[in-house]
């Protein structure tokens, strides 16, 4: 048995223009996003002590969390252990010329289950760079 239709075959072509355009827009949030995905899912555990800190003003965060893994900078630039100087140094250089006649000071983080090994290596890298670290805690209530 043959059924027969009246609908006529279309030939024309499908306008993926408006397909492609949502492509590249969801591709480019995506890519946006994705370098600011690791600063959200930063956590770092501080050890607690019973004084507190001013803030300041200028200064490089050097921040280590409980991989090893050490991040500089507010962009959170992944560094390493053995171009930490240098880096730290190029950091507290364009500081200085943005602020003339002030000394920088080094932030370091340091995760509290960080080995004390490798805490002694990357702060005495970065003792090297800058007289002035202050260390990051949290105040016990």
Do not use: N, W
Request: hydrophobic share 45%; with cysteine.
């Amino acid at each position: 048995m043959k059924f027969e239709t009246k609908l006529k075959h279309s030939f024309t072509l499908v306008d993926l223009t408006p397909l492609v355009d949502v492509v590249f827009l969801m591709l480019i949030f995506f890519v946006i996003t994705s370098s600011i995905l690791p600063l959200k899912s930063l956590t770092i555990h501080s050890p607690e002590l019973p004084i507190e800190t001013p803030a300041q003003t200028t200064q490089v965060v050097v921040v280590m969390d409980d991989s090893h893994v050490i991040y500089l900078g507010q962009r959170r630039s992944i560094i390493d252990l053995t171009t930490a100087k240098e880096e730290v140094l190029g950091e507290i250089h364009k500081l200085q010329e943005r602020h003339p006649g002030i000394e920088p000071t080094i932030v370091l983080h340091v995760d509290e289950r960080v080995h004390y090994g490798s805490f002694l290596k990357l702060f005495t890298a970065l003792q090297e760079c800058s007289p002035h670290i202050r260390l990051v805690y949290e105040t016990a209530a």
